[in-house]
């Protein structure tokens, strides 16, 4: 493969340069969160390895954000992995991860945290954050909704896994786990960015986007599943390929999905340029991430 001719040279590292900047600013702020919430992030998974990957994602997928704008994209992905996190492994009854989920669900409309309740202190962090943007109110049951899918995907999940400790042929069907993907938690991430940088004003637009974004987020499953596979039969977590589907197959699915994707985020490029591109960049970085490696650390990684 030749190489670019010099100056175009220059200007790709130096945007890649400025990129990582953010990024490593980004790690800061994410490293000063776990350090304010401990317990939430056990060491490995969430190691400096994990937070800098985390960082670096977010400002790949959105190279024109400065690290305040990237601020609240990254504190939201940082807590999604806390939630999915405390949801398989400390919540070890239905009843108790059904009380988490009512419990952010009450936060995220407004109600105080109680104070030994890190999970939901670091959520309200995050909601009072955006209530101070002008769009917030309008666009509010929007976020509060997109989380509702998140955690209803998180406990469809749990209940899943345990249907399945108990009699190990109560699997549900691909499909049925596919359509499960926003437990993966990058839509709700995406509309909170969103409201924080102002991207978007109109319920209808957002209502939109997220109609995209949860198309590109089975991509991600996906994609997630076949690098994660093997950490996944570890722990314990269901994967679509305990379903009866190959890896052949689900790179198949991949191919199909990012297709409908691309139609789906050409009929944004006029109203949405910017978070079209945005999902696009997603789609692309996080396929080309999972190809070669897993945001989640252990202690293999070391």
């Given at each position: 493969m030749?190489s670019p001719p010099?100056a175009?040279?220059?200007?790709?590292?130096a945007e890649?340069?400025?990129?990582c900047?953010v990024a490593?600013?980004g790690q800061r702020?994410l490293?000063?969160?776990?350090a304010a919430?401990p317990?939430?992030?056990p060491?490995?998974?969430?190691d400096?390895?994990?937070?800098?990957?985390?960082?670096l994602?977010t400002?790949?997928?959105?190279p024109?954000c400065s690290a305040?704008e990237l601020?609240t994209?990254?504190r939201?992905?940082?807590w999604?992995t806390?939630?999915d996190?405390y949801?398989?492994s400390?919540a070890?009854?239905?009843?108790?991860?059904t009380a988490?989920?009512?419990?952010?669900l009450?936060?995220?409309a407004?109600?105080?945290p109680a104070?030994?309740?890190?999970?939901?202190?670091?959520l309200?962090d995050?909601?009072?954050d955006?209530?101070a943007?002008?769009a917030f109110?309008?666009?509010a049951?929007l976020?509060r909704?997109?989380l509702?899918?998140m955690?209803d995907?998180?406990l469809?999940?749990w209940?899943?896994?345990?249907a399945?400790d108990?009699d190990?042929?109560?699997?549900?069907g691909?499909?049925e786990?596919?359509d499960n993907?926003?437990?993966?938690?990058?839509?709700?991430v995406?509309v909170?960015h969103w409201?924080?940088?102002?991207?978007v004003d109109s319920?209808?637009?957002l209502a939109?986007?997220i109609t995209?974004?949860?198309?590109?987020?089975?991509?991600l499953?996906?994609?997630n599943?076949?690098?994660?596979?093997?950490?996944?039969?570890k722990a314990?977590?269901?994967n679509?390929?305990?379903?009866g589907?190959?890896?052949?197959?689900v790179?198949?699915?991949v191919?199909?999905q990012?297709?409908r994707?691309?139609?789906?985020?050409d009929s944004l490029?006029?109203?949405?340029?910017?978070?079209?591109?945005?999902?696009?960049?997603?789609?692309?970085?996080?396929?080309?991430?999972?190809?070669?490696?897993?945001?989640?650390g252990?202690g293999d990684?070391?």
């Amino acid at each position: 493969m030749s190489s670019p001719p010099l100056a175009t040279a220059f200007e790709l590292a130096a945007e890649a340069g400025r990129i990582c900047s953010v990024a490593t600013k980004g790690q800061r702020d994410l490293q000063a969160r776990v350090a304010a919430y401990p317990s939430l992030f056990p060491d490995p998974p969430v190691d400096a390895t994990m937070l800098s990957a985390l960082a670096l994602s977010t400002a790949f997928i959105a190279p024109w954000c400065s690290a305040a704008e990237l601020r609240t994209a990254n504190r939201a992905s940082l807590w999604v992995t806390a939630e999915d996190w405390y949801i398989d492994s400390v919540a070890t009854t239905a009843e108790t991860a059904t009380a988490t989920v009512t419990t952010c669900l009450s936060i995220a409309a407004g109600d105080a945290p109680a104070a030994d309740d890190p999970l939901g202190r670091f959520l309200a962090d995050i909601r009072d954050d955006l209530a101070a943007m002008p769009a917030f109110g309008r666009l509010a049951h929007l976020w509060r909704e997109e989380l509702h899918r998140m955690l209803d995907a998180e406990l469809r999940e749990w209940q899943w896994r345990a249907a399945r400790d108990a009699d190990p042929t109560d699997l549900p069907g691909p499909a049925e786990y596919l359509d499960n993907a926003p437990g993966y938690g990058a839509t709700w991430v995406n509309v909170s960015h969103w409201i924080a940088t102002g991207a978007v004003d109109s319920e209808q637009r957002l209502a939109e986007l997220i109609t995209a974004s949860l198309a590109v987020e089975k991509v991600l499953r996906l994609v997630n599943d076949l690098a994660s596979y093997g950490r996944d039969v570890k722990a314990g977590d269901l994967n679509i390929l305990m379903l009866g589907v190959d890896q052949d197959d689900v790179r198949r699915q991949v191919g199909d999905q990012i297709r409908r994707c691309r139609t789906l985020l050409d009929s944004l490029a006029d109203s949405c340029p910017r978070e079209a591109v945005y999902l696009r960049r997603e789609l692309g970085f996080t396929t080309s991430f999972y190809g070669g490696g897993d945001f989640w650390g252990s202690g293999d990684d070391r």
